[in-house]
Nanobody, 125 residues
Framework: QVQLVESGGGLVRAGGSLRLSCAAS????????MGWFRQAPGKEREFVAA????????YYADSVKGRFTISNDNAKNTVYLQMNSLKPEDTAVYYC??????????????????WGQGTQVTVSS
């Protein structure tokens, strides 16, 4: 059973930074994609960033490119999302996700088979 546990959310002022962590357990993580999604009230869950666990390839939504950085620590089975220059429109519940295998697709919720419980990020103006 794969478990993903997010942490690091909170309240921050516009322009500030937060780092989200996603601790993964339950299987050997290699040749899969890890992603971050977010969901604001009344909106659909949207792609934020993804990383290919073994190869380091990284992908970002246009709305966060240049401000957010995804990374992983193989030894700790943890994925991070460093968020800088935060804006009020970044306010959402952020979810960590893991694919069951590598497919090359990364921006859709259907690409992932495992999800964390989410962590709230609130950016005040």
């Amino acid at each position: 059973q794969v478990q993903l546990v997010e942490s690091g959310g909170g309240l921050v002022r516009a322009g500030g930074s937060l780092r989200l962590s996603c601790a993964a357990s339950g299987r050997t993580f290699s040749r899969i994609t890890m992603g971050w999604f977010r969901q604001a009230p009344g909106k659909e869950r949207e792609f934020v960033a993804a990383i290919y666990w073994s190869g380091g390839r990284r992908y970002y939504a246009d709305s966060v490119k240049g401000r957010f950085t995804i990374s992983n620590d193989n030894a700790k089975n943890t994925v991070y999302l460093q968020m800088n220059s935060l804006k009020p429109e970044d306010t959402a519940v952020y979810y960590c996700a893991a694919s069951k295998y590598y497919s090359g697709s990364y921006a859709y919720t259907g690409d992932y088979g495992y999800w964390g419980q989410g962590t709230q990020v609130t950016v005040s103006s």
